[in-house]
């Protein structure tokens, strides 16, 4: 079923950082950001599965229609306003985007099992602890397998919330087209979003120019079946990936990913979705737009929505491709809104 990454909280008195109460019967403390990242990067480096589940619920409407812009302004002691009597799907499934893995959503695992949430992050194939080798992934489906399988494990009667970075925002609309009776809302954070018939790599078409340029003469391109072979995967360099991603990330958040990245299997990227307007056409989408992003910018993102208008619209202000790392609170923020949407 894939491999899922969970970060515990634990209780220590000598702790004098801020810690938020957690709402409902539960009254464990988060630990600090520090600790956090230390436990990530623990089980990044020892490539340790964990497999936990939290519990938790929480409501409140808003207006779909309208657009949010969002800022870090508010403290890391400051509770999002939540009603957790009247919610029906407590679930958040997070996919992750190219190169990375479940590790890195610890941040935000941590703050929504704080809030009272389920939040579950996944390995795509080939991808943070799942042992594939990355250039045996030729397709969506393939890629996508560790969350297909999750969702055709849950009970029938029960859905979950999506969320996916990046290019898991392929996964996640493949997800809505073969699993919509699964998936409650589904959350796409500075993702590809595409239209019936797109290849994700279409998205960044403008920036990086057509598929068969970038398969030509691309130097990030990776044989793994020889160089007299198609190519089976991309990574950029190192540096070049802290310009992209990471232009506004902490440091040591940047450390984290710069030893638990692997390269990213090409064929998803380059595959056609097939989208149909009774199954992904009904499914309930929400956009996240990052406004310091420079690995898909603010224009590309505005122009997703402006072409496959979801229910909603985020915006998070100084945030980079990466705001699980560069702006958690904020994004917290968001999630905890959309989930409390009926």
Partial sequence: MGNSFICRTKKDSKDVGSRSKRMGRSQRKLVSEEELHLQALSMALQQHQLSQRFEGSMSRRIGSSRRHAVSES?????????????????????????????????????????????????????????????????????????????????????????????????????????????????????????????????????????????????????????KEKPPTGFMFEKEQMKGLYFNQSPAKDVALAMVSMRHSPLGPIMEKLSLSTDKYGTGRRFYIQTLDDRALSPDVQEKLVRENPPEGVYKIKGSDHCPFFSKPQSLHKILVEIAQIP
């Fill in 74 to 226: 508010f403290s890391a002691n400051k509770q999002v306003p939540v009603n957790l009597e009247n919610i029906k799907i407590k679930k958040f499934v997070l996919i992750h985007g190219e190169g990375f893995g479940a590790w890195c959503w610890y941040k935000t695992v941590a703050l929504l099992e704080e809030t009272g949430l389920l939040p579950v992050a996944l390995d795509l194939t080939g991808s943070g602890i799942d042992l594939t080798d990355t250039n045996s992934v030729t397709t969506l489906a393939d890629y996508s397998k560790p969350l297909t399988v999750y969702l055709e494990n849950l009970p029938e009667d029960e859905k979950v919330i999506l969320v996916g970075h990046s290019i898991g925002g392929a996964c996640i609309s493949y997800a809505l087209e073969n699993y919509s009776q699964k998936i409650s809302k589904a959350i796409f954070l500075c993702a590809t979003m595409v239209s019936d018939g797109q290849k994700p790599f279409d998205v960044y078409a403008d920036e990086l120019g057509s598929a068969e340029r970038f398969m030509q003469e691309s130097k990030f391109l990776i044989h793994g079946n020889g």
